[in-house]
Nanobody, 115 residues
Framework: QVQLVESGGGLVQAGGSLRLSCAAS????????MGWYRQAPGKQREWVAS???????NYADSVRGRFTISRDNAKNTVYLQMNSLKPEDTSVYYC?????????WGQGTQVTVST
């Protein structure tokens, strides 16, 4: 089992920045990739970004150039640096980890971007 705990959400004005953190614990060896999804009220969950064990990153078109995903292997933590935030980025952000074909989820952290 893998446990994921997110932090760093909050309220920010449009154009501002936030950094989300996702700390992994438990059976963290053999985690293949980690990343973030988000879900706004009344909308489907949307993939945001991912980072592989080798450090390769991918981003959704809607956040490319504004968000940066990174990882600190010593701390077993993945980060999502979010810059130039827009009101449409308002969502609950969920961290996920893929290990041995199983997907594990965090509890989510709310990000609200005001106009």
């Amino acid at each position: 089992q893998v446990q994921l705990v997110e932090s760093g959400g909050g309220l920010v004005q449009a154009g501002g920045s936030l950094r989300l953190s996702c700390a992994a614990s438990g059976s963290i060896f053999s985690i293949n990739a980690m990343g973030w999804y988000r879900q706004a009220p009344g909308k489907q969950r949307e993939w945001v970004a991912s980072i592989t064990n080798g450090g390769s990153t991918n981003y959704a078109d809607s956040v490319r150039g504004r968000f940066t995903i990174s990882r600190d292997n010593a701390k077993n933590t993945v980060y999502l640096q979010m810059n130039s935030l827009k009101p449409e980025d308002t969502s609950v952000y969920y961290c996920y980890a893929i290990r041995n074909r199983s997907t594990y989820w965090g509890q989510g952290t709310q990000v609200t971007v005001s106009t």
